[in-house]
């Protein structure tokens, strides 16, 4: 399952290299679907791709988390969660922004790994 085969790869990771990272499995259809659902695409197919990432979650957030993040977020970078993807558009570049992956974390309380557009768009070709 894919479940299993991430928690196998967050013991080695963690017994070879010592860092206790989150890992997130999905199966080749589901990142298809992430890049056909993309919202900021969608509005405007010509923004520049180079603004957008996409952060995985490890579970779908509960309503109230969600209240949290939209309530707490005071950034000019643009969200949007279908399910347990968070679609993110960093105007000002991935270094400058404030919603982060810990940010994420903490105040949707799930486990976060984002990529950039290219990046998943690579993953999903594989």
């Known amino acids: 399952s894919p ?5 196998t790869i967050q013991e080695v990771i963690l017994k070879n290299f010592g ?7 999905f199966e080749q259809a589901f990142l298809t679907q992430v890049i056909h659902q993309n919202p900021f695409l969608k509005s405007n197919p010509d923004i520049d791709s180079k603004t957008l990432y996409v952060a995985f979650l490890s579970e779908k957030p ?8 939209q309530e707490k977020y005071k950034g000019d970078d643009e969200f949007v969660l279908l399910d347990q993807t ?4 960093y105007k000002n570049g991935a270094g400058r922004t404030k919603l982060t992956n810990n940010y994420i974390e903490t105040h949707l309380k799930v486990k976060a790994t984002s990529r950039n557009w290219k990046t998943t768009i690579k993953l999903s070709n594989m």
């Open 19 to 25: 860092f206790d990272v989150p890992v997130i499995v």
């Open 62 to 69: 509960s309503p109230e988390r969600i209240q949290v993040l």
């Open 86 to 89: 968070l679609y993110l558009r």
């Open 3 to 7: 479940d299993l085969l991430a928690e």
